[in-house]
């Protein structure tokens, strides 16, 4: 049973870590999901994940040893850090929840790389379009691109074949 309390309290403190990294530091990493779907489901989860993993770091805080109070007292500061959260990342969910980049088209398939060149816009939803970039995309691993501003005017036209696929907005 001390094994089992212990793992689920070193994976709450790990998701909590993993959530922290994923809404700041990692905001500002070059690094894109591949796949919106990938990339919703994953702040889905962490967002809702939040406030039941804090719940979670009961199992390594309530312990026999400390008196009644103390333990009391970790349970109201949990419960209420755990409802803190819950109305902090609703808000994040509005202000930086809605919006990926989608692809126009593709212009360019590199020759011997496994590179591409990308017209994308930024979706915003309900919001419409909020931005538009042109840029080439390498793929890195198999959940994340790593997207590079590029301009098809300077680029070695010997290695890239001009292919101007439709991408993910289809126009009639």
Do not use: C
Not at 40 to 56: C, D, K, R, S
Not at 66 to 76: C, D, I
Not at 111 to 123: H, N, P, R, S, W
Request: no cysteine; charged share 20%; net charge positive.
């Amino acid at each position: 049973m001390k094994v089992i309390k212990k793992t689920i309290f070193l994976t709450a403190i790990f998701f909590i870590g993993l959530t922290i990294f994923a809404l700041t530091v990692g905001q500002n990493l070059p690094y894109e999901f591949a796949d919106y779907k990938i990339m919703n489901n994953f702040y889905v989860t962490i967002w809702q994940g939040l406030p039941i993993a804090i719940l979670l770091t009961l199992f390594g805080t309530f312990k026999r040893k400390k008196t009644r109070v103390q333990n009391l007292t970790f349970l109201g500061v949990t419960v209420l850090i755990s409802i803190m959260s819950f109305f902090i990342v609703v808000s994040l969910m509005f202000s930086i929840g809605f919006g990926a980049w989608t692809t126009v088209s593709t212009l360019y398939r590199h020759k011997t790389e496994d590179k591409v060149i990308k017209e994308q816009l930024f979706e915003e939803g309900a919001f419409g379009y909020g931005g538009k970039r042109i840029v080439e995309i390498k793929p890195v691993l198999k959940y994340w691109i790593l997207p590079t501003k590029i301009d098809t005017s300077k680029i070695n036209k010997n290695e890239w074949k001009f292919v101007n696929e439709q991408g993910d907005i289809k126009f009639p």
